[in-house]
């Protein structure tokens, strides 16, 4: 099966820009979507396809990917951005399952 | 509004099972995927399966092949998640979600659950 690997912490200056990455082989066929979780709280979508936002959320948030590579990125992080953030694609089994990354704390200072 | 509403916090013994259930309003519940993930205390999100609510039809994870069942009742708008010979590392949240397409390689969970939270203790 296939793995999404992401860096397990970053932290972000108030205001200032952090990119968030997720690598692995699935995506080199599939788009990632990215998820933002708060503690206690169910994951909300934030980014998915090649760069699309859903209804709600800041454009502040962006996405991108090359190769094996997928990136969330914010743009002038708010407090209210820390949260933990996942990656997720189709497995590139070809078997109709999917995976999700091992996510990543993000922390606004 | 389009939601997921799932059953309350189960608390169940080593080697039970537990059924957690998953009611979709707002949409038309055969037209869509209904996927479950799992959550252990402290940890990042596991995908476990989905179901076809049209036709019935399943996939699972691996790690889960053999000790869940997904089902549903389409009268109900009704979606079930069933986790057999239940022992202490399934104590976790269980979320439902919705998979939409919106184009080749592109799908996307855009409505969850709220989560059940299943604690296993003896």
């Known amino acids: 099966s296939s793995e999404l690997t992401q860096d397990p912490t970053v932290s972000v200056a108030l205001g200032q820009t952090v990119r968030i990455t997720c690598q692995g082989d699935?995506?080199?066929?599939?788009?990632a979507s990215w998820y933002q979780q708060k503690p206690g709280q169910a994951p909300v979508l934030v980014i998915y396809?090649?760069?699309n936002r859903p209804s709600g959320i800041p454009d502040r948030f962006s996405g991108s990917s090359s190769g094996n590579t997928a990136s969330l990125t914010i743009t002038g992080a708010q407090a209210e951005d820390e949260a933990d953030y996942y990656c997720?694609?189709?497995?590139?089994?070809?078997?109709?399952?999917?995976?999700f990354g091992t996510g990543t704390k993000v922390t606004v200072l | 509004q389009v939601q997921l509403v799932q059953s309350g916090a189960e608390v169940k013994k080593p080697g039970a099972s537990v059924k957690v259930s998953c009611k979709a309003s707002?949409?038309?519940?055969?037209?869509?995927?209904i996927h479950w993930v799992q959550q252990a205390p402290g940890q990042g999100l596991e995908w476990m399966g989905w179901?076809?609510?049209?036709?019935?039809?399943?996939?699972?994870a691996q790690k889960f092949q053999g000790r869940v069942t997904l089902t549903r009742d389409t009268s109900i708008s009704t979606a079930y998640m069933e986790l057999r010979g239940l022992r202490s590392d399934d104590t976790a949240v269980y979320y439902c979600?919705?998979?939409?397409?919106f184009g080749p390689g592109t799908d996307v969970f855009d409505i969850w659950g709220q989560g059940t939270v299943v604690t296993i203790s003896s």
């Open positions: 997720n694609s189709r497995d590139s089994s070809g078997n109709h399952r999917y995976v």
């Open positions: 699935s995506l080199r066929n599939y788009y």
């Open positions: 396809g090649k760069n």
């Open positions: 707002g949409y038309t519940f055969t037209g869509y995927y």
């Open positions: 179901i076809n609510p049209n036709s019935g039809g399943t996939t699972y």
């Open positions: 979600a919705r998979l939409v397409y």
